[in-house]
């Protein structure tokens, strides 16, 4: 008898925590841009491809990180766009789609999206930053940890980088950043 109310109280534990796991509010891109105009925040762009690796483990080791998630969700709003996909996107008064989708290869490489080629993605994982008016600020690819993703989310949402006109400046602050997000 003991062993089950044991048993209970741990499943209910386990599907407490579960429940307090947060996740990041993602949003389409044309809902970021039309949230931006009644409150101005920032938007990041996670660019992904459905067969990619790292893509994937982007999504399960950071992106359901509880700091990530938090800060994402008060700094950003978070866009996931498949670089790949079908989807149209409007974006700066132009429409852009994938004319050469093949939906038989859609967990498969296929054709690059129109919007990846304007916002000249190369690599997958990329994070593309936006600042307050939509405006491009800059991709990060590859896979970040928490703590790695942490010094972008912050030194784009802080306005930092406008103080970065060299290399050496990034260094330095790189160098002095000192991460508070859990890995």
Same mark, same amino acid.
Request: proline share 4%; glycine share 4%; hydrophobic share 35%.
């Given at each position: 008898?003991?062993?089950?109310?044991?048993?209970? %109280?741990?499943?209910?534990?386990?599907?407490?925590?579960?429940?307090?796991?947060? /996740?990041?509010?993602? @949003?389409?891109?044309?809902?970021?841009? /039309?949230? *931006?105009?009644?409150?101005?925040?920032?938007?990041?762009?996670? $660019? +992904? &491809?459905?067969?990619?690796?790292?893509?994937?483990? %982007?999504?399960?080791?950071?992106?359901?990180?509880?700091? $990530?998630?938090?800060? @994402?969700?008060?700094?950003?709003?978070?866009?996931?766009?498949?670089?790949?996909?079908?989807?149209?996107?409007? +974006?700066? !008064?132009?429409? #852009?789609?994938?004319?050469?989708?093949?939906?038989?290869?859609?967990?498969?490489?296929?054709?690059?999206?129109?919007?990846?080629? +304007?916002?000249?993605?190369?690599?997958?994982? &990329?994070?593309? #930053?936006?600042?307050? !008016? =939509?405006?491009?600020?800059?991709?990060?690819? =590859? +896979?970040?940890?928490?703590?790695? %993703?942490?010094?972008? %989310?912050?030194?784009?949402?802080?306005?930092?980088?406008?103080?970065?006109?060299?290399?050496? *400046? #990034?260094? !330095?602050?790189?160098?002095?950043?000192?991460?508070?997000?859990?890995?």
């Amino acid at each position: 008898m003991m062993k089950k109310i044991i048993l209970g %109280l741990i499943a209910v534990f386990a599907l407490s925590w579960t429940a307090m796991a947060q /996740e990041i509010n993602w @949003v389409t891109l044309e809902e970021a841009l /039309e949230l *931006q105009k009644k409150e101005p925040k920032k938007i990041f762009m996670d $660019v +992904y &491809t459905n067969w990619c690796g790292p893509c994937k483990m %982007l999504d399960k080791n950071t992106f359901q990180n509880a700091d $990530v998630a938090a800060y @994402v969700n008060k700094h950003y709003y978070a866009v996931k766009f498949n670089a790949e996909g079908n989807e149209e996107v409007t +974006y700066k !008064e132009n429409t #852009f789609g994938n004319p050469n989708y093949d939906a038989t290869k859609a967990n498969r490489r296929n054709s690059a999206h129109e919007f990846s080629r +304007y916002l000249q993605i190369r690599a997958y994982p &990329t994070m593309v #930053f936006f600042d307050e !008016e =939509g405006g491009v600020i800059s991709p990060i690819q =590859g +896979y970040l940890k928490p703590q790695q %993703l942490e010094l972008y %989310l912050k030194i784009f949402q802080s306005d930092k980088y406008k103080e970065m006109t060299t290399q050496e *400046q #990034f260094n !330095e602050y790189y160098k002095s950043f000192e991460p508070t997000f859990k890995e």
